[in-house]
């Protein structure tokens, strides 16, 4: 596994999802329109998806024992982040985490397990069939 790139696409991920959400979410309270919220709900996992995207095709030859594992840290990540973010920029509360429900951490997961999965097989290569094998 590669390490450095694992951590860097975490980071990647997390911060640019961080971006797009409050982007959406300030958009949306002062243009005072809830719809824009819930793009985040789309956007986010989106964000995950491309950078988990990003790891697992440069380590198509781990297991999947490893890929799980490294799915389950990611999500670790985010979590002990949305912690850190709680408590130090919101000065929130711990009991306030109860607030971000399953879902939000249930849809970066799925975009992890769907981009861990594409990136298992090859792409398979395109082929014109042979017009003229039987041929006569």
Sequence with gaps: MKHIRFFLCV?????????????FVYAARALNDGRLALSVVVLVPLIVFLFGWLYFKAV??????????AIAVWV???VIF???LLLLWMKGSLSDIGAVSFTGYG????????????TTKPAP????PDLLLNAK
Aim: hydrophobic share 60%; proline share 2%; no cysteine.
């Design 11 to 23: 980071l990647g991920g997390y911060i640019s999802g961080l971006a797009v959400a409050l982007f």
């Design 60 to 69: 198509r030859e781990i297991s999947w024992r490893q890929r799980i594992e």
């Design 82 to 84: 949305d912690i850190a």
């Design 76 to 78: 670790g990540f985010i």
């Design 107 to 118: 849809l970066p997961a799925a975009a992890l397990f769907t981009a861990a999965y594409i």
């Design 125 to 128: 290569k395109l082929a014109s």
